[in-house]
């Protein structure tokens, strides 16, 4: 079974460009989660989705971030426009239920110079 | 308000020793769930275990168990024999009926010297 599947891996880009990042839950999959690891504020939420619907988007930092989930195969979280303290690995996860484990992708670390 | 500490910020061990992960947690929730995750040097996150606050049991997989104490509001993780391979940071976390984003302790760095 394939796992939660981000991309792009790695994305480096400047200051003030539009980031998306992409997401592939595991098929059957009723709930997908976007995380944030950075050094200072370690793993928070940023947003969850039921059934593709949001749910809890109070950790989404600020108007320049955006989510969603138009099918139940696919998420994106876009941050437009970027800054540098926008730098972090972000994590895309997925359960099949909301208190079961959540599975999690590889990450995408992202450097905003 | 949810809330997971790890104490522990780093621990050094020498291989085949055992060793302790602390995890303190603090919740109004009386339904609630708890995780330890491993991140290994490459970065990804995997699950390692979950318990409902109904089940207090002690689990054993292989080389690693859990000691579940609502009394002490503790989840500890430890490793019995310790190997190079299990060197990674240990996540507890958090979460409940009323949200299940999951509510992450700051991680403990477990280093396994051979």
């Known amino acids: 079974d394939a796992g939660v599947i981000q991309s792009p891996r790695h994305e480096v880009t400047e200051m003030g460009q539009e980031v998306t990042l992409r997401c592939k839950p595991i098929?059957?999959?009723?709930?997908l989660f976007w995380y944030r690891q950075t050094m200072m504020r370690g793993l928070e939420l940023l947003i969850y989705?039921?059934?593709?619907?949001?749910?809890?988007d109070s950790g989404m930092p600020e108007d320049r971030f955006s989510a969603k989930m138009p099918n139940a195969s696919f998420s994106t979280l876009k941050i437009q426009p970027s800054e540098p303290r926008d730098s972090a690995v972000y994590f895309c996860?997925?359960?099949?239920?909301?208190?079961?484990?959540?599975?999690f992708g590889d990450g995408t670390r992202l450097s905003i110079l | 308000a949810q809330k997971v500490t790890q104490a522990q910020t780093e621990i050094s061990v020498v291989e085949k020793e055992d060793v302790t992960l602390d995890c303190v947690y603090e919740t109004r929730d009386t339904t609630y769930y708890l995780f330890w995750y491993k991140q290994p040097p490459s970065g990804e996150l995997v699950f390692l275990i979950r318990?409902?606050?109904?089940?207090?049991q002690n689990e054993i997989s292989g080389r690693y168990s859990w000691n579940f104490q609502k009394s002490t509001s503790s989840f500890n993780f430890t490793i019995t024999a310790s190997q190079v391979v299990d060197s990674a940071v240990y996540f507890c976390a958090l979460s409940a009926d009323s949200s299940y984003k999951l509510i992450f302790g700051s991680g403990t760095r477990l280093l396994v010297r051979p």
């Open positions: 996860a997925s359960s099949p239920g909301g208190s079961q484990p959540q599975h």
């Open positions: 989705f039921n059934n593709n619907v949001p749910i809890d």
């Open positions: 098929s059957g999959h009723d709930y």
């Open positions: 318990r409902n606050s109904f089940d207090e």
